[in-house]
């Protein structure tokens, strides 16, 4: 069985390893940046002083990434959880283990992302500023739900995870893996500001929270078992299902929106679901 294998011992090894001091730093970020806008606003409005810091930061940003769009669109996309959970959905077959920090995790970022969004109200930029007056590809993301980032949360969430599923042992590779996964993360995030969708901050918040999602995703799996069944094979008839679904959502944005990202979704997504109906038919 895989859950015997190497790979998914290393996992689980690395993932009991990882210690809730490891939270301190990003919360104190956290607190920081809203000590501070509370501090800047004085008892005015919050979010005129969110905006106005960083306005200026959000046009540079947009005008220089949006240059690239075709690539700002597909980069974007990998903060949708249905395409890179997609991306990833081998790991149900190869190391559960990953999956089950995977899910609790986004679990968690729903309900903590939509929460914050609904406390703190901020406009996107489409909200506030014409149109014009900035690059906004794809469609047009409007309303008051800026911050947090809730694709830079599900990108950290996403990017953590791995991080520490596959954590090497010397001190130098882990220095290079972290510093590599970070870069990978933030320039996907940092799509959301290309695309028009999110303020600056609204990205940085965002993949810190994601961040503290996924460590205490993965300290609530080594506590509570309650995603273990994921290893059972008898259980892969829900996944087949549940992926099958997803192929035929991805297939329908392809139709709708030609993107290279949704055909290495939707690849992975069919080695996955060959490699789960083989293994199922066999041992039945």
């Excluded at 940003?61 to 690239?68: A, G, Q, W």
């Excluded at 959880?81 to 995790?105: D, G, N, Q, R």
């Excluded at 489409?126 to 980032?149: E, K, M, Q, W």
Aim: include cysteine; aromatic fraction near 16%.
């Amino acid at each position: 069985m895989f859950s015997s294998s190497k790979l998914e011992s290393k996992m689980r090894v690395n993932f009991i390893n990882i210690k809730l001091w490891y939270l301190i730093t990003p919360l104190f970020l956290l607190l920081f940046i809203l000590f501070y806008f509370i501090f800047i606003s004085k008892g005015d409005n919050f979010n005129d002083a969110y905006i106005n810091l960083q306005k200026d930061l959000f046009f540079y940003l947009n005008s220089v990434l949006s240059k690239y769009s075709s690539l700002q669109f597909n980069l974007t996309q990998l903060g949708d959880v249905l395409i890179s959970f997609s991306l990833l959905s081998v790991f149900i077959f190869y190391t559960p283990k990953l999956w089950e920090a995977l899910l609790t995790s986004a679990i968690l970022s729903l309900i903590v992302s939509s929460t914050l969004k609904e406390i703190f109200s901020v406009p996107r930029p489409a909200t506030i500023f014409n149109h014009d007056s900035f690059t906004i590809i794809g469609r047009v993301c409007s309303g008051y739900a800026s911050l947090p980032s809730g694709h830079s949360i599900a990108t950290f969430v996403v990017i953590t995870v791995l991080l520490f599923a596959f954590m090497p042992k010397k001190k130098m590779n882990k220095i290079f893996l972290s510093f590599f996964m970070l870069l990978i993360g933030l320039v996907v995030a940092f799509s959301r500001v290309g695309v028009g969708a999110h303020f600056p901050l609204d990205v940085i918040i965002g993949s810190t929270i994601g961040y503290i999602i996924a460590i205490i995703g993965i300290l609530i799996n080594n506590k509570i078992k309650w995603l273990s069944w994921i290893e059972n094979k008898k259980y892969y008839p829900i996944f087949i299902v549940l992926l099958t679904i997803c192929a035929w959502v991805i297939i329908t944005k392809i139709i709708n929106t030609n993107l290279l990202i949704f055909y290495f979704s939707l690849v992975t997504l069919m080695i996955t679901l060959y490699l789960l109906i083989n293994s199922y038919v066999k041992k039945n």
